[in-house]
């Protein structure tokens, strides 16, 4: 899935607080040491499947140091969050989000 346009990449690069990106040629993840907001997590389509989504969140909550935060997470994408729950994540609050047509 497409990240919300909080999480895209041109806000991550102008974000105020410092950001690390974990990973290799196979997926990464994007995680703000200081809150343990994670906005982005991507795993290529002909590896997923084989556990580099799990460690990629355990790599980035060990360099953090606390619990990750995921947020912005679309509930008609099924599979990012199955992935999430089988991976241990909570939801916490669900969010609703208006466009306003022009």
Known sequence: MEPSWQNSTASI?????????LGDDRGYVVVFPSNGDVPQLAVRRDVRRQ???????????????????IMNID????????FLQHCGATRLVRQIEMVRSL
């Open 51 to 69: 556990g580099i989504g799990r460690s990629l969140l355990d790599a980035a909550a060990a360099h953090a140091g606390k619990r990750l935060r």
């Open 75 to 82: 509930d008609r994408q099924p599979g990012i969050n199955e």
């Open 13 to 21: 690069r102008r974000a105020r607080e410092p950001f690390d990106i």
